[in-house]
């Protein structure tokens, strides 16, 4: 018989993981609302055109890591391969330039890229993301940065390293793409094959670079900042400024850039100080060419996007205490001719009542139900056997004290109900 499992890339969160998802995610949430942020969804599936024009034609996301298909009615859609391009489409559609500006979004969804699976890195993976549309000035970055590292901070992710680096604009970064691109023909023989192949397509993708090979002729290549016009060279000093003020500790990465064409000015991620750049945890920059990009008017941008599971995989690596699933308040146990249907109406009422009720099933003694109820960890149990069915009446036993006492049918939820007040 066949045996299915996960498609390669994916992966089933079982019970045991969801305290740790939960605690992320409600973190993620409160952080993005502490800051102003309001959620917005969008829709899992788009036009592939959205994505291309977005990421470039070219690009490795469009080339080789969308999942891609025609639906009934022919048209080319792709599963969203990531966060941004959507937010400002639906900020362009639904007329958000009307709202004061920045409007902050923030979002959790499920993002789809035919990639090599990694550590913490999934072909289906879920991401945290905030999105400031409408605003190019720099302290907007900051308040985002301090957003993120804020979040980190609260799921106990203290070490990360903040590394930034500004990547100019369309006046001042064409200047800088051709020292770029000169400087690395004239040392192609000592990259890799790989990046050789970047060159001509995309030079920036080359500081990028993880092959070890082209490491010590990157370190010498030309740096942006020394490029900057005047007006990102301000950006970039106030950027600065405000993670100095706020006391944010950063590194500034002349490798550090963006494969994706409409990000402009800042760009910033944030990493382990062990595994570095390999394993970062959230990057984000500025996007201030991606409205134009997608049809819509000049609309300046910054987010970021960070991964769920690779926040949970750091969480449990560093032992954060999270919060214990939650347990029943209420075990019903019954033995006996006629009980099962009086322990039923009994969980029911207590449900009712809300309260967290588990309900005992199939016909077992009371001491393998009473270990049943100690093993989920419950606070109460509430006993009918056929004496209390005789006489209407409920027994109710304190888990903790060891307390006991029997009460009417009638009476046993509403005090069950007191009792977790």
């Avoid at 009307?98 to 789809?112: D, S």
């Avoid at 092959?211 to 007006?231: G, K, V």
Wanted: negative net charge; proline residues 6%; charged residues 25%.
């Amino acid at each position: 018989m066949t045996r299915f499992s996960t498609p390669k890339g994916t992966q089933d969160i079982l019970p045991d993981d969801w305290p740790y998802w939960d605690f992320v995610t409600g973190h993620a949430f409160e952080t993005a609302r502490l800051f102003g942020y309001r959620r917005i969804e969008t829709p899992v599936f788009g036009d592939t055109a959205l994505f291309a024009r977005a990421t470039g034609q070219g690009s490795d996301i469009v080339d080789k890591e969308m999942y891609t298909f025609l639906d009934r009615d022919g048209m080319e859609l792709s599963l969203r391969p990531e966060g941004t391009a959507p937010v400002m489409r639906a900020y362009l559609e639904h007329g958000m330039h009307k709202l004061p500006q920045p409007v902050k979004l923030f979002y959790l969804e499920r993002m789809y890229r035919y990639d090599k699976p990694q550590r913490g890195r999934f072909r289906e993976h879920r991401q945290f993301g905030c999105e400031a549309v409408g605003s190019d000035d720099a302290y907007v970055d900051v308040e985002m940065i301090s957003l993120l590292d804020t979040f980190y901070h609260r799921i106990g992710l203290d070490d990360l390293a903040l590394h930034v680096n500004s990547i100019g604009d369309r006046i001042c970064r064409p200047a800088y793409l051709e020292a770029l691109s000169t400087y690395l023909r004239e040392h192609a023989a000592d990259l890799a094959e790989l990046d050789r192949e970047r060159i001509e397509r995309n030079p920036l993708r080359v500081l990028d670079s993880k092959e070890r090979a082209s490491q010590a002729t990157i370190a010498s290549a030309p740096h942006m900042l020394d490029f900057l016009c005047d007006a990102c060279r301000c950006h970039w000093q106030r950027l600065l400024h405000g993670l100095q003020i706020l006391g944010i500790h950063h590194e500034i990465d002349h490798s550090l850039v963006r494969g994706l064409d409409y990000y402009t000015r800042t760009v910033f991620e944030f990493a382990p100080p062990v595994d570095g750049r390999q394993a970062v945890v959230g990057a984000g920059g500025r996007y201030d060419a991606l409205s134009e990009a997608i049809g819509g008017p000049p609309i300046p941008g910054i987010g970021f996007g960070s991964g769920i599971e690779r926040l949970v995989l750091n969480v449990r690596e560093r032992g954060v205490e999270v919060p214990p699933p939650p347990s029943p308040a209420v075990y019903v146990a019954h033995f006996g001719t006629g009980t099962e249907d009086e322990a039923l109406i009994l969980a029911t009422r207590c449900r009712r009542e809300g309260i967290p009720t588990e309900l005992a099933f199939g016909e077992r003694s009371l001491k393998a139900q009473m270990r049943h109820a100690n093993t989920a960890h419950a606070r109460r149990v509430a006993i009918i056997g056929e004496d209390e069915l005789r006489e209407g009446a409920v027994t109710l036993r304190d888990l903790t004290t060891g307390d006991q006492r029997t009460v009417a049918a009638a009476d046993a939820a509403p005090l069950l109900a007191e009792a977790e007040s």
